[in-house]
């Protein structure tokens, strides 16, 4: 349900409008990663607490997701969680290490460990729903973005065990095993399609395929070996109300594959350029694209590569929804970010039509 105003217009979130395609008063902003590391409110509520434990803890999602939110003004909230967390919930061994990500006990490598991945139930993640309600009624108007990762990123930490490089176990297995890599990829459609439903019934109002490191492959190996499987995963969440966003890592090469999966909005890195990333996701919305490192720089000099991405952002042809070309960087201070949604709001400033 839409709150009306008093003239009887839907008068609905900037950010869900941008989402559509729709016209806007002004540019909506948010960033991949706002919640975390480089908030001080953040390192102070998890002291003693693993990152796993804290995703189960929902009245710390909670606040963790609120804080940029307040402290910013952001056009919208991410929840806060990892895309690792519906992987532990059906039981894979895997713990997230401070300063290195995602490490898994045992990688997976073989069809019979492949077969052990289980469906993931609501049961399995009823802390995820329970944080979710809790943040309906402290949002206000503020829409929440629910997330998972995309079957490809999910792949390469349990094939690789941990970060990695250059992928090359994961396009070992790929390459040599196909009929595994395709299981495995279906297994991980089949639990990311289930975290996402969870995460739509509780509330969340749009959607974010993370598949960070999907710029590792060729365009040809993308649509053979992971295109499908994001394919299936996107399609799950079509027609539940919420925009689906797609985002990836050095991707220039496989945006209009990464569109065509489904994506309702296509996110950008900082590489290529907003207007040329438009015409090639068929005019689909695009988020994106300041570089995280341009939040390291003097003030001027952030402000001018802010109203770069909007003047650039302004000629994408189905609309643009400021965010990072990636996630803020640990290191970044809390002040440019905010001072980021304020030069957004003020230049992007649009008269009501
Ligand atoms: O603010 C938000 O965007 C919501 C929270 C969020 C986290 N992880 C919290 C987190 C989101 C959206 C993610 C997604 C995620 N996790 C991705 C996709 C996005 C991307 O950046 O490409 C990936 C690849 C992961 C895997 C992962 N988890 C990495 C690479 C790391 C960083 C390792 C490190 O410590 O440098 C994590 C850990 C993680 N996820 C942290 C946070 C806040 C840091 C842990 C901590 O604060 O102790």
């Known amino acids: 349900m839409h709150p009306m105003t008093s003239n009887g217009v839907v008068n609905e979130s900037v950010f869900l409008r941008a989402c559509r395609g729709e016209d806007v008063p002004h540019t ?156 495995l990829c279906s297994r991980l459609a089949t639990i990311t399609s289930q975290f996402l439903n969870v995460q739509i019934e509780a509330g969340v109002a749009a959607v974010q395929l993370f598949d960070s490191w999907a710029g590792a492959l060729s365009l040809a190996d993308y649509e053979r070996f992971v295109a499908p499987h994001s394919a299936a995963v996107l399609s799950s969440v079509q027609d539940k109300g919420v925009p689906r966003i797609h985002f990836g890592v050095g991707t220039a090469h496989l945006l209009g594959a990464m569109a065509e999966a489904g994506a309702d909005v296509v996110g950008v890195d900082w590489r290529t350029p907003l207007s040329r990333a438009a015409d090639l996701v068929g005019g689909r919305p695009v988020q994106g694209n300041l570089d995280p490192c341009a939040l390291l720089a003097p003030e001027v000099v952030l402000a001018e590569e802010v109203r770069r991405v909007l003047t650039d952002g302004a000629s994408a042809s189905g609309g643009h929804i400021f965010n990072l070309g990636h996630g803020v960087l640990p290191e970044t201070d809390p002040g440019a970010l905010t001072r980021t949604v304020e030069l957004v709001h003020e230049h992007s400033a649009r008269r009501a039509t």
């Open 28 to 183: 909506p902003v948010w960033f991949m990663r706002q919640a975390g590391r480089s908030l001080p409110e953040y390192r102070k509520l998890r002291e003693g607490t693993a990152m796993l434990e804290a995703c189960r803890t929902p009245d710390l999602v909670c606040e963790i997701t609120l804080q940029p939110v307040r402290r910013h003004g952001v056009d919208a909230a991410i929840f806060f969680s990892d895309i690792v967390v519906p992987l532990a919930a059906v039981g894979v061994g895997v713990d997230i290490v401070p300063g290195t990500g995602p490490v898994v006990a045992e990688p997976i490598r073989t069809a019979a460990q492949v077969e052990q991945l289980r469906d993931l139930t609501y049961d399995d993640v009823d802390y995820v729903a329970e944080a979710i309600r809790l943040l309906l009624a402290e949002l206000g108007g503020t829409p929440l973005i629910g997330f998972a990762g995309a079957p490809f990123t999910l792949a390469s930490y349990l094939v690789e065990g941990g970060p990695s490089k250059n992928h090359a176990r994961t396009k070992a297995l790929m390459y040599g095993a196909p009929d595994v890599w395709h299981a």
